[in-house]
């Protein structure tokens, strides 16, 4: 199982972004392989609010009809304050809360897997893709 990040699915989408290339090869890699593949409800906010501003509605909307195929984990209070507390000390810069939602979502489930081109997710020992 996979987890997957805001910046891939946004890659994904846009295709002005400068690793669009790389998350539809990524994309590709993942069906082929068919991993099951995981995100949360943060990453969905962010992510449909991002592709809303940037790219319109439609976009938007699109990611969510996407989103039939993927599990959603709907972030609740546990994994919010596992989530907050890491937030809270974290010092690497540029951390965000949905990211630290995705660490502790990830170490609950054992994943260590994760589809992002955000580095945060390397600097906190996790394997990302495209690697």
């Known amino acids: 199982m996979i ?21 539809v090869a990524a994309w590709e890699e993942i ?21 809303h501003s940037r790219l319109g509605h439609a976009a938007a909307a699109k990611f969510l009809s996407f989103l039939e195929g993927v599990e959603v984990v709907w972030v609740d209070g ?8 890491r937030y809270l000390q974290a010092s690497p810069a540029g951390l965000s809360l949905v990211d630290c939602v995705s660490f502790a979502l990830m170490q609950s489930r054992g994943l260590n897997a994760c589809f992002t081109f955000d580095q945060h997710f390397e600097q906190e020992g996790f394997q990302r893709m495209p690697g």
């Not at 068919?34 to 992510?47: A, F, I, Q, R, Y």
């Not at 546990?78 to 507390?85: S, V």
């Open 78 to 85: 546990d994994l919010h304050r596992r989530a907050a507390a």
């Open 3 to 23: 987890l997957v990040d805001t910046s891939a699915f946004y890659a994904a989408a846009d295709r002005s972004d400068r690793y669009h290339t790389a998350a």
């Open 31 to 51: 069906v082929r392989q068919k991993l099951p593949v995981l995100t949360h409800g943060s990453v969905v906010v962010e992510t449909v609010a991002l592709l």
